[in-house]
């Protein structure tokens, strides 16, 4: 069991905009550590799509962003494309026993 | 443009030592960042193993802190993780990556190797 919780999976039609949530704590997102996003075909390498809460690296389109609020984070993806449909996965930094760094369990998009 | 390759035995009998090598090629390990081991297990999401730095300070998964070893050769451009008494939850696709930072994200990433622990 995950200490970030993401939905198992969510869906959008092409076009749609669709929402991915990651839900910590007290000890991990609530405080001064920020949160990541990754985007994972299985078989390939996970990709980072967004930094630091909310910013984009370089060559990620601007469909995808991401905000952070309390002790949550969630990532938005507007204008959904078949080439979207893949795993999603959240992490951040957890501060409780000597400190360690957490995945979400991951959410799978699937484009209608 | 850096890039990361695992190598290592892709069968380890149980008991035994799990061993894998990350080669880096395109940027210095020994300039910033930390170097980290991510897996993911069969239906399972990501778990973080560990990371270390140039200097070799290294930070651990509590979960797994008694049965890892991470090493580093700048040298070599490489770093290196040493998984012990291996049981077959430890059957996984493991990749290794550069880190921002030890509470950072992971900007690259190698394409993973799976290891299964069967006898």
């Known amino acids: 069991q995950s200490v970030l919780t993401q939905p198992p999976s969510v869906s959008g039609a092409p076009g749609q905009r669709v929402t991915i949530s990651c839900t910590g704590s007290s000890s991990n997102i609530g405080t001064v550590f920020d949160v990541s996003w990754y985007q994972h075909l299985p078989g390939t390498a996970p990709k980072l799509l967004i930094y630091d809460n909310d910013n984009r690296p370089s060559g990620v389109p601007d469909r995808f962003s991401a905000s952070k609020s309390g002790t949550s984070a969630s990532l938005a993806i507007t204008g959904l494309q078949a080439e979207d449909e893949a795993y999603y996965y959240c992490q951040s930094y957890d501060n409780s026993l000597s400190g360690y760094v957490i995945f979400g369990g991951g959410t799978k998009l699937t484009v209608l | 443009q850096v890039q990361l390759q695992e190598s290592g035995p892709g069968l380890v009998k149980p008991s035994e030592t799990l061993s894998l090598t990350c080669v880096v090629s395109g940027y210095p390990i020994s300039i910033g960042y930390y170097w980290g081991w991510i897996r993911q297990t069969p239906g399972k999401g990501l778990e973080w193993i560990g990371s270390i730095f140039q200097s070799g300070n290294v930070y651990y998964n509590p979960s797994l802190r008694s049965r890892v070893a991470i090493s580093i050769d700048t040298s070599m451009n490489q770093f290196s993780l040493k998984v012990t008494s291996v049981t077959a939850a430890d059957t996984a696709v493991y990749y290794c990556?550069?880190?921002?930072?030890?509470?950072?994200?992971?900007?690259?990433w190698g394409q993973g190797a799976l290891v299964t622990v069967s006898s």
């Open positions: 990556a550069r880190q921002f930072g030890y509470v950072k994200h992971f900007d690259s």
